[in-house]
């Protein structure tokens, strides 16, 4: 049986400090329903709360009460799968960078319309070398040198930043000891002065 608990005497902020700490899952699913959503993102925030509870907070109309249950340790993957769907930015970025989003959702992400989502993927060392392949191809040049810099690039994903039109990316790319000689040969074609110039001065470039 659900025994309620009076929180009408209890400020708002004084309810949040409550969210944010209490154990007591009664307070927790009583102050997921609050119409302040600073309270509902305390709960999502609280390391205490229930799966089931940040589950249908995960549905949440208020962006930063979705961005604090993808934040969550407690967060299932499952949720954090779905997240995935999200167009928020804020939301994609915390996914990006959490430890504990499940590698079927990079994909997914590494289609965000937010270039910074992008990028946060193609940092992430967790990151397989078949995403970094189609984030290869992105059109802003921060993600792309992100992609660069992944320990997890291969020969495939250099190939194809080494044909993208970002001078910075293909410089990089030229400069790399771990760029094949074959690469680098088709590199030494480009029409960039500075990538034939890196290209030059890689030591694995033919004679």
């Known amino acids: 049986m659900r025994i309620a608990i009076d929180f009408s005497e209890i400020s708002n902020l004084g309810q949040i400090e409550i ?16 119409q302040d959503y ?13 799966k089931k509870i940040l589950a249908q907070l995960a549905q949440d109309v208020d962006t930063a009460v979705v961005t604090a ?34 590698i079927d959702a990079f994909p997914r992400l ?26 290869a191809n992105d059109g802003v040049e921060r993600v792309a040198l992100a992609v660069a810099n992944n320990p997890n690039a291969n020969e495939a994903v250099f190939e194809k930043l080494a044909f993208c039109k970002h001078t910075k990316v293909k410089c990089l790319i030229a400069e790399n000891p771990n760029t094949s000689a074959e690469i680098l040969t088709k590199m ?17 470039t033919p004679a």
């Open 188 to 204: 030494a074609k480009d029409q960039s002065r500075a990538v034939k110039t890196s290209v030059a001065e890689n030591p694995n």
């Open 19 to 34: 969210a944010k700490t209490t154990s007591n899952i009664e307070a927790l699913k009583q102050l997921s329903e609050s």
């Open 110 to 135: 590494s289609k965000h319309p937010d270039p910074e989502v992008r990028e946060a993927i193609a940092k992430n060392p967790r990151t397989p070398a078949s995403v970094l392949s189609k984030l």
């Open 38 to 50: 600073k309270i509902r993102v305390a709960v999502a925030s609280n390391k205490h709360t229930p």
């Open 69 to 102: 249950v993808a934040e969550n340790p407690n967060t299932s993957k499952t949720v954090l799968m779905a997240l995935s769907k999200s167009y928020s930015s804020s939301v994609g970025i915390v996914l990006a960078n959490n430890p504990r989003t499940p």
